[in-house]
T-cell receptor
Framework: NAGVTQTPKFQVLKTGQSMTLQCAQD?????MSWYRQDPGMGLRLIHY???????DQGEVPNGYNVSRSTTEDFPLRLLSAAPSQTSVYFC????????????FGQGTRLTVV | DQQVKQNSPSLSVQEGRISILNCDYT??????FLWYKKYPAEGPTFLIS?????DKNEDGRFTVFLNKSAKHLSLHIVPSQPGDSAVYFCAASDHFGNEKLTFGTGTRLTIIP
């Protein structure tokens, strides 16, 4: 039982490049979300999804796209990477919207140079 | 504007003693509070939560206290163990299950053997 799996664990991008951070879960949770963690800032919500086909913006959505075609996967796309997107990214799942316990992946450390 | 504040970046406590981690918030609409624990190179793990209709919630060695009038909550760990050494994040939402969790910046707890 893998839980929440994020790939890759580390990535270095050049400014302007695009890439997709992958998040997969095997817990059949309805709810998935993406956070970024920056020094001195705590975790901030980027995008979230309450189920397949439904996504919404969080606190810091600019520069990121998401889609949710299946229950299991919730990829985060950076269309044109900027140094300000250097951060650690976490994917999280919850069983459903009314459930408080969120399960986080191990994170993806992204550096944009 | 930091709506959830953890003013102590770090805390050291001797093994067996009580650890008290503090969190202040400014948004009076917050009505659900959570604590997460994070080890290096891992994602945050849910620890304990409390609704605004309560002033205390206990789970084993962990107790969270909420003082709504002071907009303050605290996490007590008794007795502290070496495995408790981690970064602790306080988080808040404005209604039960709302995904727009607002996180504090974290407190690094070190338990001294």
């Amino acid at each position: 039982n893998a839980g929440v799996t994020q790939t890759p664990k580390f990535q270095v991008l050049k400014t302007g490049q695009s890439m997709t951070l992958q998040c997969a879960q095997d817990m059949n949770h309805e709810y998935m979300s993406w956070y970024r963690q920056d020094p001195g800032m705590g975790l901030r919500l980027i995008h979230y999804s309450v189920g397949a086909g439904i996504t919404d913006q969080g606190e810091v959505p600019n520069g990121y796209n998401v889609s949710r075609s299946t229950t299991e996967d919730f990829p985060l796309r950076l269309l044109s990477a900027a140094p300000s997107q250097t951060s650690v990214y976490f994917c999280a799942t919850k069983k459903n919207r009314g459930n408080t316990e969120a399960f986080f992946g191990q994170g993806t450390r992204l550096t944009v140079v | 504007d930091q709506q959830v504040k953890q003013n102590s970046p770090s805390l050291s406590v001797q093994e067996g003693r009580i650890s008290i981690l503090n969190c202040d918030y400014t948004n009076s609409m917050f009505d659900y509070f959570l604590w997460y624990k994070k080890y290096p190179a891992e994602g945050p793990t849910f620890l304990i939560s409390i609704s605004s209709i309560k002033d205390k919630n206990e789970d084993g060695r962990f107790t969270v206290f909420l003082n709504k009038s002071a907009k303050h909550l605290s996490l007590h760990i008794v007795p502290s163990q070496p495995g408790d050494s981690a970064v602790y994040f306080c988080a808040a939402s404005d209604h039960f299950g709302n995904e727009k969790l607002t996180f504090g910046t974290g407190t690094r707890l070190t338990i001294i053997p």
